[in-house]
């Protein structure tokens, strides 16, 4: 089976190493072809077009936005901007419905189909297989995708048609958005009132409520190192298609306030750093100021 990849960022990368460390037969593309090239070198080709990628049978994609999204199928030398081969993509990003429904229904008119399967975890449990994936489109799509999927993912679940999906991840990362956000304040807090964080961090983190994510995110926050796994930006984009969800449905205050935070801290410049950047972030409103701490 001929694997395409496309976009080769901070979780693309390590994914399309993975799948040509199992073996797969891979060709990937990347706007900045330099990030490709120790993949050629490892035995993947480059393609230095996306429609270079409609012979392959199964091509993932991993990128930013609904419009990043749109531009890789159904812009101007997209997958899907002509009759292909029938191509199936399956799209790993977290990105609305409504796109996928839109990119869905040009694949199908080309002659492919689109399986919408958005990722859980980050980039150190990428090389072990240790991402969770979550799956919706078309069951046919599903069967043909699974072994490669299972490649990436130590659980691979689907979720039926359309793109429940997509809700299923953004709900996902509500969760994670409110989590890093309630770590970052008590941590806030213990600094306030004299108590390290890294002690509170280390109990947290070994307590009943520990998760690789909350220790990841600890190291983070008591070395204040926020090169970015996820960044602010990402993830305030991912609050705003969950209030965009909840809108009319459901009162989500503690969503509200994380998401008003992120947008304060995009406001501050911090974009581009990881959301533990939250816990510097609100150390300076309160006028602490943090050192790292081992």
Partial sequence: MRIGFIGLGNMGRPMAERLLGSGWDLTVHNRTPAKATS?????????????DLRGCDVVLSMVGTDDDLRAITLGPGGLFDTPSTGVLLVDCSTVGAEVTEEVASAARTAGGDVLAAPVAGGPSVIPDGGLAIVCS???????????VLESLARKVIYAGEGATSRQVKILHNLIVAVIA???????????AIGVARADLLEFVGAGAIGSPFIRYKAEQMKSLDFSAAFTTALMAKDLDLGHAL????????????????????LA???????IAALVAYLAGRNGIDLLPQP
């Fill in 39 to 51: 993949l050629v070198e490892a035995g993947a080709r480059f393609a230095p077009a996306i429609a």
């Fill in 137 to 147: 489109g078309a069951p046919a799509a599903y069967e043909r995708a699974e072994a």
């Fill in 181 to 191: 956000h309630a770590v970052a304040e008590v941590s806030v807090l213990g600094e």
């Fill in 246 to 265: 909840a809108a009319g449905r459901a009162d989500t205050p503690l969503v509200d306030h994380t998401r008003a935070t992120l947008h304060d801290l």
């Fill in 268 to 274: 501050a410049g911090w974009g581009e750093q990881d």
